[in-house]
């Protein structure tokens, strides 16, 4: 099945700064999402990105498809955006792959 | 909308018990997911219905498991009998259409977190 590599596994920050998260998929995908799971357990969709770049507020991402890559960036970083990010890919006919995620602690 | 609700969110079972995990999608959307989260293995897909039908469980572990939508407003998965290897969070999640159209976003219950001693 399609290998989904999420860097760095864990990531500590100040509050304001930047971060840049990364997910490398081994295949050709349809859709591409990105997820937070909220230190309660909750996940959240963030984004739906097969291809292109899309903003919501402090939060952006870019996927290149025929590199198969995709990057999600957090400007400002607060406490709340503490928690674990997961990149999840889906080929066709078939269903959501996940990564294993990256943590992160934002501090302030 | 309520979104996708489950319950019971903690449960602690004796090996051997049997164990029956409930999910109420979001009301419209036809295809239901049911997943596991471990540290080890990440976020798992177990087995996934669309309009109550089982489209594919590969995913399922072993014969312990079963899953059954008998509606489009409830879903159980059951492990029987439970062995402490199953712990886990089990999160049902729903959709409205297939997740490779945009705009259909996947949604996720608050999960089921299970322990077996």
């Known amino acids: 099945g399609i290998q989904v590599e999420q860097s760095p596994p864990d990531l500590i920050l100040q509050e304001g700064a930047n971060s840049t998260l990364r997910c490398n998929f081994s295949d050709s995908v349809n859709n591409l999402q990105w997820f937070h799971q909220n230190p309660w357990g909750q996940l959240i969709n963030l984004f739906y990105?097969?291809?292109g770049t899309k903003q919501n507020g402090r939060l952006s991402a870019t996927t290149v498809a025929t590199e198969r890559y995709s990057l999600l960036y957090i400007s400002s970083s607060q406490t709340t955006d503490s928690g674990v990010y997961f990149c999840?890919?889906?080929?066709?006919?078939?269903?959501?792959?996940f990564g294993k995620g990256t943590m992160l602690l934002v501090s302030p | 909308d309520a979104g996708v609700i489950q319950s019971p969110r903690h449960e602690v079972t004796e090996m051997g018990q049997e164990v029956t995990l409930r999910c109420k999608p979001i009301s419209g959307h036809d295809y239901l997911f049911w997943y596991r989260q471990t540290m080890m293995r990440g976020l798992e897909l177990l087995i996934y219905f669309n309009n109550n039908v089982p489209i594919d469980d590969s995913g399922m572990p072993e014969d312990r498991f079963s899953a059954k939508m008998p509606n489009a407003s409830f879903s159980t998965l059951k492990i029987q009998p439970s062995e402490p290897r199953d712990s886990a969070v089990y999160f049902c999640a729903s959709s409205r259409g297939t997740t490779q159209t945009s705009g259909n976003t996947i949604y996720f219950g608050e999960g089921s977190w299970l322990t077996v001693v």
């Open positions: 999840a890919v889906e080929r066709i006919y078939s269903t959501l792959t």
């Open positions: 990105i097969p291809s």
